[in-house]
C-alpha cells in the first residue's frame, strides 16, 4: 500500500516538531539537528521537514511513496497516463534514507516525487553530494539556491 509523502520546509525545527508531536499525536520516527520525519499510519503519510533559511519556509514538494520496487514501477506507469515527464533520479541517499526515485510536476508546476525507500543513511545525502533538492539551512549555498530556484524541486 502506498503512502502520501509531504515535505516541508521550516524556520524553527524544534518549535516545529513540538506542533506536529501534538497535532500527530506521536514522536518523530526520524529526528536528526536539520530534519525530522513522521511515518504515520493515520491517517496514512510520511510526513518530513527540514529546517530553512525563513525566506524559503512552506510545502517543499509532495510525493508518493511506494513500499515495494514493483510499486514504484507502477507509479511511474501512471506517468504516462498522466502525461507527465518522469524526471528519474535512480538510487540516490536524500532525507537520510537510501531510496530509488523520480520526479514529475503537475500542470501548475507542483513538484511530485514517486520513491521507494530501501534503507537508511546516516547522512543527509550520500558522502560528497550535494544535491540541492530538500536542502538543510546548513547546506544551502548561493549555487544550490540557484538551482532550487529554477525549479530543481
Known sequence: MKRLHVNIKVENLAQSVDFYSALFQ???TVRKPDYAKWMLD?????FSMVQADPSQVGIEHLGIQAESPDELQELYSRVDNAEGQLREEGDTVCCYAKSTKGWIKDPSGVEWEMF???GNSETFYAPGEDNACCQPL???TAESQKIQNSGCC
Not at 42 to 46: K, L, M, S, Y
Open 116 to 118: 521507494y525507500t530501501s
Open 138 to 140: 546548513e547546506k544551502v
Open 42 to 46: 493515520d491517517p496514512r503519510v510520511n
Open 26 to 28: 506521536s514522536e518523530p
